[in-house]
């Protein structure tokens, strides 16, 4: 376990850097947020090409989209669940069942990157297509369930083919099968951005967590759907499958990711509980500092 401390300290320091810049005022959530896009838009594309450029996608890749949608349903369904018990506000509800159902999977690629390797890595991006893929099409339709708004937009359900990494893994699996060269001073770009990417991540989350809201069971129970319930319904598809431990490790993780940054969006969109969902994406976050540690001596022992 101290090894596994040892290992992962550099990445919560990072965590608690962004805190440290915000709490003195050198950032702010909006600084933040432009981070968060420029990676998106820039750091991860090169992450993804860096990693996949001459490396065999493995044919049982190809479950991954399909296990992430069904992590994701199982979550949601939890908490649905848990609601007809617990009885909160329809808005309440509806970001909770929101916030089960988007996973933060960029606060995963720092763990995966440290413990697990580019081979985990690379099974997590393409995992990672199924999560974009149902977070702007079921989620936001879910979303819209819980909103007084009756009409959806059609086209908020193509966002999904406005995201950076999914065109960057589908070019990059175009240039691997036609054995295209990428030009060394080319790949040495690529390589250069892609460093910067774990730690701005981490940076970019710290200074976004402000955990401010009420404490309540239900948002603790959310909490937990969409960790412990994500982990759960990912390593019972996993025993179908045999593939590399590393990999399977790097998708529980992942599959146990915190709330994602979206569910304040949707909430925002939707007219749900904002205040709920942005104490579930803080407290979530800050747990995964906690839990991963955990999980990860628990896998590898």
């Known amino acids: 376990m101290t090894s596994v401390i040892f290992q992962i300290f550099p990445v919560i320091m990072t965590f608690f850097t962004g805190m440290i810049l915000r709490q003195f005022k050198v950032v702010s959530s909006k600084d933040s947020d432009f981070i968060l896009r420029l990676i998106f838009y820039a750091g991860i594309p090169c992450l993804i090409i860096k990693s996949f450029y001459n490396s065999k996608i493995e044919k049982e890749f190809i479950f991954l989209p399909f296990t ?14 848990l609601s007809y018990l617990m009885k909160p506000q329809a808005k309440t509800k509806g970001a909770a069942i929101t916030g089960a159902m988007i996973m933060n999977t960029g606060f995963c690629l720092p763990f995966i990157e440290t413990f697990y390797g580019s081979s985990a890595l690379m099974a997590v991006l393409i995992f990672d297509i199924g999560n974009a893929f149902f977070v702007f099409t079921g989620t936001f339709i879910i979303a819209g369930k819980f909103s007084g708004q009756k009409k959806l937009n059609p086209l908020h359900f193509l966002n999904f083919l406005k995201n950076p990494p999914l065109l960057s893994i589908l070019l990059i699996s175009i240039i691997n099968f036609f054995h295209i ?9 690529f390589e ?9 991540i981490m940076i970019a989350i710290g200074v976004k967590f402000n955990f401010t809201g009420k404490i309540s069971k239900f948002l603790f129970l959310t909490i937990l759907s969409r960790m412990a319930g994500g982990f759960a319904a990912a390593f019972f598809v996993l025993l179908f499958f045999k593939t590399d431990p590393l990999i399977k490790a790097g998708i529980l993780i992942c599959s146990a990711a915190p709330i994602g940054y979206n569910t304040i969006t949707f909430a925002v969109l939707k007219d749900l509980d904002n205040e709920f969902a942005a104490s579930a994406v803080s407290l979530s976050a800050f747990s995964g500092l906690l839990v991963y540690p955990l999980v990860h001596f628990y896998i590898i022992g």
């Open 68 to 81: 992430a949608v069904f992590v994701l349903c199982f979550s949601g369904l939890i908490v649905l669940l």
């Open 181 to 189: 060269e990428i030009y060394p001073q080319l790949m040495s770009y």
């Open 192 to 200: 250069f951005i892609s460093q910067m990417v774990l730690p701005l």
